[in-house]
């Protein structure tokens, strides 16, 4: 035997072995019977998630229909991943409106700080986590694609309720 | 016809014992041939499944259960996907010896499906139809000697790959194998002795003669054949061979897509084959539990197709056992398992050989013939003999979870060690 291997002198108990295998085979067979099951059926069940999920963005809009976001920059400049591209426009009435609004999904590592500065309460992000597509770039989502998303936004973290209860 | 009776007159040559009625024999071969092999397949393959889902049920999971109603033919996937993966050959690898490893072991795994008696002989009206494919006259020793091939598989798989875990893992295994294989001879020979023959079919005959089973007529043989098994189907808690933690996965770590499959199925089949073994030898094999009908030479069809259920159902049993025996025991480490192997499970057959030889030679003496009297006698020996045993082995001497058992003097020197330790951490402040 190798040197350096510490020598522990056991009871009997702890050294038995066929006693210990009985007792286990007799553990495993409670369980193989146990009807419990902890797995969750994914397709058909799905996990209940918090109210404060971050999942992928939406943009909320207004009554007749466009998005809230006036553009103001905030959100591309607290974003830790660099993962909104915003290009700003204004209409003759010299309301600001995104011309470009794009986030990167793959870039965003889904903090929520885009959610927090905006001003407008126009981006959130979502509790929706089924993201798959077939290529890279369907995980670039453009205004119409966010403004399109229907899933429940992201509860902010509240601080009269830390618990969300 | 003329090539079928001059094949009959060359095996005649081969074999002087072919019986008679050679037409209804050869399609009866062919037929059984077709049947067993397909059922073994079949059944190999949901072992597999079977593996999965009582895993899965042990941990509280539900398994595999997309493929098919409750998912039955997630054997059926899991071969497709072995067909279409991809298919590696790695440059470094011995080529030959690499292609050869996974039908070595995959071939004998099967060949010994070949002896095992599946049922009692069919009184037909074309004739007595065994219900075995090869009645050899050299019943398990064929099981020992084909059986222990399968190492050959394992060995050259983990020496052609070129890679030191798989060597590793081969040469594991070919010491493992080796170690086990003569404890598993010797815990043979006790029912050697009692049946007076080697061939499953007499093994079989004499169980039912007796009315007990050797499982309690030859216990402590049955508990050495019991573990034996285990390690010469590479099954944990002896799966050392594999040993993932240590070894990525041994022997077949180089190898993907169907020749990986194949040291699978080798596996499975391995254990299927040795569930079936443990329930002739041990457990009556196909006798009828309680009955004398089927024990008359050949009977009509209704018993054997019994016969086979009773079979079916212990070979089941065990192959459950298999599993939950894997899915219970962790891994033994490398020094243990072959301290078991050699300082208890061989000098205890050894033992126990000379104990039955001695017990018949007495009861003959005594005059007591075999049957009912002469089987419990040998229940009670071995009920004392397990006792001391178990009591022995219990006591952690044989295979201690330390290599040996530490001196007073060294134990309180360590304990001063830890404590100095602890002592300065404290002091340290944190």
Same mark, same amino acid.
């Given at each position: ?12 108990? @702890? ?100 959610? @927090?500065?905006?001003?407008? @309460? ?44 | ?26 399609? %009866? ?128 798989? /983990? ?9 590793? /893992? ?126 008359? /030479? %050949? ?112 134990? %309180? ?14 002091? %340290?402040?944190?």
């Amino acid at each position: 035997m190798a040197i350096n291997v510490k020598v522990v002198d056991r009871p009997i108990e @702890e050294t038995s072995y066929v006693r210990a295998t009985l007792s286990g085979l007799g553990n495993t067979f409670k369980h193989l019977i146990d009807p419990h099951k902890v797995t969750v059926q994914y397709p058909e069940e799905r996990w209940d998630i918090s109210p404060r999920w971050r999942g992928t963005h939406r943009m909320l809009t207004t009554e007749d229909g466009k998005a809230k976001c006036v553009a103001c920059g905030l959100c591309p400049t607290v974003c830790p991943a660099n993962c909104i591209k915003l290009v700003p426009g204004e209409d003759e009435q010299g309301n600001r409106y995104p011309l470009v609004f794009e986030i990167d999904e793959f870039r965003c590592i889904f903090c929520g700080y885009c959610q @927090e500065v905006c001003p407008e @309460e126009a981006i959130h992000l979502g509790r929706h986590y089924e993201n798959s597509e077939y290529s890279r770039d369907g995980f670039v989502y453009d205004l119409e694609r966010l403004m399109a998303q229907t899933h429940p936004v992201c509860e902010m973290w509240d601080p009269a309720d830390p618990k969300g209860e | 016809m003329s090539t079928v009776l001059s094949l009959h007159a060359w095996l005649q040559v081969v074999d002087p014992q072919q019986p008679a009625n050679f037409g209804p024999w050869l399609l %009866a071969t062919l037929v059984k041939l077709l049947v067993f092999f397909t059922v073994y397949l079949v059944g190999v393959a949901y072992t597999t499944l079977a593996e999965r889902k009582i895993s899965a049920w042990i941990q509280g999971r539900h398994g595999p259960n997309r493929v098919g109603p409750r998912g039955l033919f997630q054997p059926l996937a899991d071969g497709v996907k072995n067909f279409m993966k991809e298919e590696t050959l790695p440059p470094h690898v011995n080529r030959a010896i690499f292609i050869l490893a996974p039908m070595l072991s995959f071939i004998p795994a099967l060949m010994v499906w070949a002896i095992i008696p599946w049922g009692a002989s069919w009184a037909s009206p074309w004739g007595r139809i065994d219900m075995v494919l090869a009645d050899l006259p050299i019943g398990f020793l064929f099981t020992l000697a084909i059986g222990s091939l399968g190492v050959y598989g394992i060995v050259l798989a /983990g020496w052609g790959s070129n890679n030191k875990y798989a060597l590793l /893992g081969g040469l594991r295994s070919s010491a493992q194998m080796i170690s086990y294989e003569i404890s598993m001879g010797m815990s043979l020979i006790p029912i050697l002795l009692l049946a007076g023959n080697v061939t499953l079919r007499s093994v079989v005959n004499q169980q039912a003669d007796m009315h007990l089973w050797n499982v309690l007529t030859l216990a402590v043989a049955f508990v050495c054949y019991l573990i034996s098994a285990f390690a010469e189907t590479n099954r944990l808690p002896f799966d050392m061979p594999e040993a993932e933690s240590e070894l990525v996965t041994g022997y077949h770590t180089e190898y993907s897509s169907m020749k990986f499959s194949m040291f699978m199925i080798a596996e499975y089949a391995n254990m299927v084959t040795q569930s079936a073994m443990i329930a002739t030898l041990f457990f009556g094999g196909w006798d009828i539990p309680f009955v004398t009908a089927d024990n008359s /030479g %050949a009977v009509s069809l209704p018993l054997v197709l019994l016969s086979f259920l009773i079979m079916a159902a212990k070979v089941v049993f065990f192959i459950f056992f298999y599993i939950w025996v894997r899915w219970t025991l962790p891994r033994f480490r490398y020094d243990q398992l072959m301290s078991l192997g050699w300082k208890f499970l061989l000098p205890v057959c050894l033992g126990y050989i000379v104990v039955v030889a001695s017990l018949m030679l007495a009861l003959e003496a005594l005059g007591i013939r075999r049957g009912l009297v002469f089987g419990l006698i040998f229940l009670a020996v071995n009920a004392v003999i397990l006792f001391v045993v178990f009591v022995v082995f219990d006591r952690g001497r044989v295979l201690s979870p330390a290599y040996r058992r530490a001196s007073a003097a060294e134990l %309180a020197r360590l304990r001063g060690v830890t404590a100095a330790r602890t002592n300065l951490t404290t002091q %340290a402040g944190d």
